[in-house]
């Protein structure tokens, strides 16, 4: 099957400092996902992205999808508390995305007092 | 509006036993799917369902069933739990061009 390289595994940060995560793929992907999971819950959409070179934002996370469509990146600017939890980015090979999601493993956040 | 439910939230089941995964959908949505997740792992796909009476294997299928036989409806099967099917089980679902929704897992043990 497909493989979604993510990278970190896992960061250790104060609050307030930036955060920057990604993935990398031997396949083209059309559609790029980052989706947070909380302890005991279901993966949370954060951010979707359409296109080669799309920069998309929600709030103090931005999100782009690389141009060679082989990759993407997640920023958290300014890190809070409630940020703490798991990253996962997710790629979409067709269209419609009637075939589902080739998940990466993960980026543990862990945010220290 | 419940979204994606799914039943039970936890389970145990002795080696060889059978059950049964619930999910169903408010949302009138076409596309439903099942995901395991093994710790420290991302999501991996079992089964999905374009609509009511189509289903097809994801990347992971052996030793799961699924059928489809409503919108709402897309339980999953296990006939003869093994311990490597220990695992968190998520359902899903989407409309095509729009996100994913999913439930907030099933935790499935086999002793």
């Known amino acids: 099957g497909q493989q979604l390289n993510q990278s970190p595994q896992s960061m250790f940060i104060q609050e307030g400092e930036d955060v920057s995560m990604n993935c990398t793929s031997s396949?083209?992907?059309?559609?790029w996902l980052w989706y947070k999971q909380d302890p005991g819950e279901g993966p949370v959409l954060l951010i979707a992205?359409?296109?080669?070179?799309e920069l998309t934002s929600n709030g103090r996370l931005t999100a782009q999808f690389g141009i060679t469509r082989k990759d993407s990146f997640l920023n958290i600017s300014a890190s809070i508390p409630s940020d703490v939890g798991i990253y996962f980015c997710a790629g979409q090979l067709r269209g419609g995305g009637a075939d589902g999601l080739t998940f990466g493993k993960g980026t543990h956040l862990i945010i220290q007092p | 509006n419940a979204g994606v439910t799914q039943t039970p939230k936890f389970r145990i089941l002795k080696i060889g036993q059978s059950m049964t995964l619930q999910c169903t959908q408010d949302?009138?949505?076409?596309?439903m799917y099942w995901y395991r997740q093994d710790p420290g792992m991302g999501l991996k796909l079992i089964y999905y369902?374009?609509?009511?009476?189509?289903?097809d294997k994801g990347e992971v299928p052996n030793g799961y069933n699924v059928s489809r036989s409503t919108t709402e409806d897309f339980p999953l099967r296990l006939e003869l739990a093994a311990p490597s099917q220990t695992s968190v089980y998520f359902c899903a679902s989407k409309q095509q061009g729009y996100g994913y929704t999913f439930g907030s897992g099933t935790r499935l043990t086999v002793v």
């Open positions: 949302m009138n949505h076409n596309y």
């Open positions: 992205l359409y296109k080669a070179g």
């Open positions: 396949s083209i992907f059309n559609t």
């Open positions: 369902s374009v609509g009511a009476g189509i289903t």
